[in-house]
C-alpha cells in the first residue's frame, strides 16, 4: 500500500503474490521504481501508480537474498548463482556461478560492484569472500555462468552468521566477534565475543577502550556505552549491526553493550 506522506491517505493498493509468508520477502523504494521480492518473484512498479512495470522470474528456482546498489539488483539464486538486473527496466544484465553460497550484500568499491558471499568447502570449513561482479557474466539468463573474480577471502567460523555496514563486514559466531575491511579484507576487530570492557553498570555510562592481547590482529574497538534497555527486550539476537557499530545485548544481565568501530 502506498499513502500519502502528507496525509496519510492510501494512494494505491496491490495484492501481491506471497509463496512462503512474508518472512523472506523484500521491498524497495526509489524515485523511479518499487521493486517488491517475494520467494519465488521479483515485480518492478511504478511508484505513482502501482502499475506493474517488470516482472522476474527466476524460473522456479528460490531467490535466496537480494540488495539494490547504484540502480542495480542483485539476486543469489538457489545458493548457487548471482544475478545482476536493471533495477528500473528488469533487464537481465549479467549471470555469476558460485557453488553453495550465502549472498550477505554488495557495495560499490571504486565504481565496481563487489558481492560479499559466505561459503563452505568440503571440509565443512566457512569463508567470507569477495567477488568482483564487474567480471565477465553471462548476457543470456541461461546457463553456463562464469566465475567471478575473488578479490580477497577471509576464513570463518563455521556457524558465523555476517552482516554488512557502511566498509565493514561483521562476522557473529558463539564465541567470536570480528570485523573486515570489505575493500581489502583487513582484519579490523576480533575478539571473545559477550566480554565485558568493564565493570558494566545498569545505568548509562562510559566504559572506556576495550583491550585485547597484543598478539590479536585489529585497530580497536570503543566500547561507549553500557545501558538498561527500556521497556520490553529488545530482540531474541544477542548481537547486531548498526551503521558502524555492533551492538551486543545481554539479557541475563539487562545490558546492551554498544561497539563503535574505529
Known amino acids: 500500500q502506498c499513502l500519502n506522506p ?73 545458493s548457487d548463482t548471482l544475478v545482476t538486473l536493471d533495477a528500473v527496466t528488469g533487464q537481465w544484465l549479467a549471470g555469476h556461478r558460485r557453488e553453495d553460497h550465502e549472498l550477505i550484500g554488495v557495495e560499490l568499491i571504486n565504481n565496481t560492484p563487489v558481492a560479499f558471499v559466505i561459503s563452505t568447502d568440503s571440509q565443512a570449513d566457512a569463508f567470507l569472500s569477495a567477488l568482483d561482479l564487474n567480471s565477465p557474466g553471462s548476457k543470456m539468463p541461461t546457463p553456463p555462468f562464469p566465475t567471478p573474480t575473488e578479490l580477497w577471502q577471509q576464513k570463518l567460523e563455521s556457524d558465523s552468521v555476517c552482516h554488512m555496514t557502511d566498509g565493514v563486514v561483521v562476522a557473529i559466531s558463539v564465541e567470536d566477534l570480528s570485523s573486515f575491511s570489505t575493500d581489502t579484507g583487513q582484519i579490523l576487530f576480533r575478539g571473545p565475543r559477550g566480554q565485558p570492557a568493564a565493570a558494566l553498570r545498569p545505568t548509562p555510562r562510559s566504559i572506556g577502550m576495550r583491550s585485547f592481547p597484543p598478539d590479536e590482529p585489529h585497530e580497536s574497538a570503543i566500547a561507549i556505552a553500557a545501558l538498561r534497555p527500556p521497556g520490553p527486550e529488545l530482540r531474541e539476537q544477542n548481537t547486531f549491526v548498526g551503521q558502524r557499530a555492533i551492538y551486543t545485548h545481554q539479557p541475563h ?10
Open 6 to 78: 502528507d496525509t496519510g491517505t492510501p494512494t494505491w493498493t496491490r495484492v501481491l503474490p506471497v509463496a512462503a509468508g512474508l518472512i523472506r520477502d523484500q521491498l524497495w523504494s526509489g524515485e523511479d521504481i518499487v521493486i517488491y521480492r517475494s520467494l519465488n518473484q521479483v515485480i518492478g512498479l511504478e511508484p505513482l501508480t502501482g502499475r506493474t512495470l517488470w516482472t522476474f522470474d527466476p524460473g522456479g528456482r528460490p531467490i535466496d537474498n537480494s540488495v539494490v546498489v547504484a540502480s542495480k539488483l542483485y539476486l543469489s539464486l538457489n
Open 253 to 262: 544481565k539487562g545490558l546492551l553493550v554498544n561497539l563503535t568501530l574505529v
